[in-house]
T-cell receptor, first 115, second 110 residues
């Protein structure tokens, strides 16, 4: 079956512009997570959705970052006024019903480059 | 806040040698997960450990969860070139937060 998909796969933008990253989770998965991974680094947790609500937004690095999820499915991560330090791979993961933390299935990521 | 550390940061082994990576949390965890990320790929779930002292095996991989539920280890017996990648642990602090370790990057020389 289809896995988690993310678009675009690559995004190059200029400093100060806004970007929107999209995640399509696996059908039926209720939980959705966003992470950021800088080159050669670990995963930085950004936000977690259970259905359409986001019980944990603690990882969003600044108020330039926001995320929403509609219809319990697709999620978008928006970064306003991008900065060079925002350059990273943004990974989305989803997991099936079963509580706060069960196996997460990762998408291929969006590589964001801010010039 | 909760911190999850992994050692070593890098490990180079000869094919056929064993490999172990250790994960340590500053707080007690309700469970711990392990993921593998191949170069250029995305993390792939390996296993979840929940019980204190739990040991699970997957072929050549052995996972342990410490008695105090603050540390974990992943041991690979007789490494192969297909084991190359970065191994991450991820810990859940009873729903308060969820943190990935920085990972251990394994390279296997043929």
């Amino acid at each position: 079956g289809a896995g988690v998909s993310q678009s675009p796969s690559n995004k190059v933008t200029e400093k100060g512009k806004d970007v929107e990253l999209r995640c399509d989770p696996i059908s039926g998965h209720t939980a959705l997570y966003w992470y950021r991974q800088s080159l050669g680094q670990g995963l930085e947790f950004l936000i977690y959705f259970q259905g359409n609500s986001a019980p944990d937004k603690s990882g969003l690095p600044s108020d330039r970052f926001s995320a929403e999820r509609t219809g319990g499915s697709v999620s978008t991560l928006t970064i306003q006024r991008t900065q060079q330090e925002d350059s990273a791979v943004y990974l989305c993961a989803s997991s099936p019903p079963g509580g706060w933390l069960v196996e997460q299935f990762f998408g291929p990521g969006t590589r964001l480059t801010v010039l | 806040g909760q911190q999850v550390m992994q050692i070593p940061q890098y490990q180079h082994v000869q094919e056929g040698e064993d490999f172990t990576t250790y994960c340590n949390s500053s707080t007690t965890l309700s469970n711990i997960q392990w993921y593998k990320q191949r170069p250029g790929g995305h993390p792939v779930f390996l296993i979840q450990l929940v019980k204190s002292g739990e040991v699970k095996k997957q072929k050549r991989l052995t996972f342990q969860f410490g008695e105090a539920k603050k540390n974990s280890s992943l041991h690979i017996t007789a490494t192969q070139t297909t084991d190359v990648g970065t191994y991450f642990c991820a810990g859940d602090n009873y729903g308060q937060n969820f943190v990935f370790g920085p990972g251990t990057r394994l390279s296997v020389l043929p």
